[in-house]
């Protein structure tokens, strides 16, 4: 089993900035894929961002150029720069930890970012 816990959730007003960051711990392996999805009310959950043991990031279109990922892979962390924050991107938002090897996912229990205008 691998436990995901995200911190860095918060209330702030359009423009400004949050930092997102996400640790697995527990039966962790190489390769894997970490990575962060929002989730709107009575919706899916939508990729934000991932990035792979290798370093290769993927990013939703509406995030990029404003929303950095990175990792590091000897804490199994990964974190999630956001900036230039709009309304638009209040949700509640996820971490991910996808062990490519066995072929399962693990999910934190979410942190809220809110973003007024």
């Known amino acids: 089993q691998v436990q995901v816990v995200e911190s860095g959730g918060g209330l702030v007003q359009a423009g400004g900035s949050l930092r997102l960051s996400c640790a697995a711990s527990g039966s962790t392996f190489s390769p894997n894929v970490m990575g962060w999805y929002l989730q709107a009310p009575g919706k899916e959950r939508e990729l934000v961002a991932t990035i792979s043991t290798g370093g290769n990031p993927n990013y939703a279109d509406s995030v990029k150029g404003r929303f950095t990922i990175s990792r590091d892979n000897a804490k199994n962390t990964v974190s999630l720069q956001m900036n230039s924050l709009k309304p638009e991107d209040t949700h509640v938002y996820y971490c991910?930890?996808?062990?490519?090897?066995?072929?399962?996912?693990?999910w934190g229990q979410g942190t809220q970012v809110t973003v007024s205008s």
């Open positions: 991910r930890y996808r062990d490519t090897y066995y072929g399962r996912d693990f």
